[in-house]
């Protein structure tokens, strides 16, 4: 299946970048350009199946997703690559890395997911602090829903960060941000892999 992406014109090592959990290839680029800057890296931003530009061509499962990623990389890269991920394309990343070796160079994994499914998670209660009253100032009134359900601390700087990418002097190119916009205001991303799904150990 094809997979959209983006990619800086720069020469130098391949660095694929897989986007966290129900977001596009605008926001993963907004995530990690800036940490990216002086590397000389040729970075990759590729939607993930059923995400952003990207058809629906597999099943909605975290293994017909990866599988899906390594073909495409397979395809289109071909040398070992360096992969970079937050979440849940960090979670991706590692599965790659552990089901192909062969073409996984380095790893960089932000907060990644080790088990993703609910169900599965032993996890501490901890109650949640009371959000700040002005914590989404400064956001579009239609990103208000998805800004509440996506950040677990309320703070006007993850607003901020999440938003600006959609400003008019953001990062973002035309298109990239209309697709970031769809992202961030649409309820869920059009397919998604299922709460039971995983990635199979190797």
């Not at 390594?70 to 071909?78: E, Q």
């Not at 998670?121 to 579009?140: K, Y």
Request: aromatic residues 6%; positive net charge; charged residues 20%.
């Amino acid at each position: 299946m094809d997979i959209a992406f983006d990619e800086s014109g720069r020469s130098g090592p391949v660095v694929v970048c897989l986007p966290m959990f129900g977001m596009t290839r605008a926001a993963t680029a907004a995530a990690f350009t800036p940490a990216f800057a002086g590397a000389g890296l040729r970075e990759v931003y590729p939607d993930l199946p059923g995400h952003g530009d990207s058809p629906a061509g597999c099943p909605a499962a975290s293994q017909a997703v990866l599988d899906a990623v390594c073909a495409w990389l397979d395809r289109h890269v071909g040398a070992p690559v360096l992969l970079a991920g937050a979440s849940y394309g960090a979670y991706l990343a590692a599965g790659i890395a552990r089901q192909r070796p062969e073409i996984v160079r380095g790893l960089l994994l932000v907060c990644p997911g080790v088990k993703m499914s609910r169900g599965s998670r032993n996890l501490p209660e901890i109650e949640a602090t009371e959000a700040p009253t002005d914590w989404l100032d400064g956001a579009p009134p239609n990103y208000a829903h998805t800004l509440t359900r996506l950040w677990a601390t309320a703070h006007r700087l993850s607003s901020r960060r999440c938003s600006r990418p959609c400003n008019p002097a953001g990062p973002a190119t035309r298109s990239s941000k209309k697709s970031y916009e769809g992202a961030l205001t649409s309820r869920f991303p059009t397919r998604m892999p299922t709460s039971s799904s995983a990635v199979r150990s190797p």
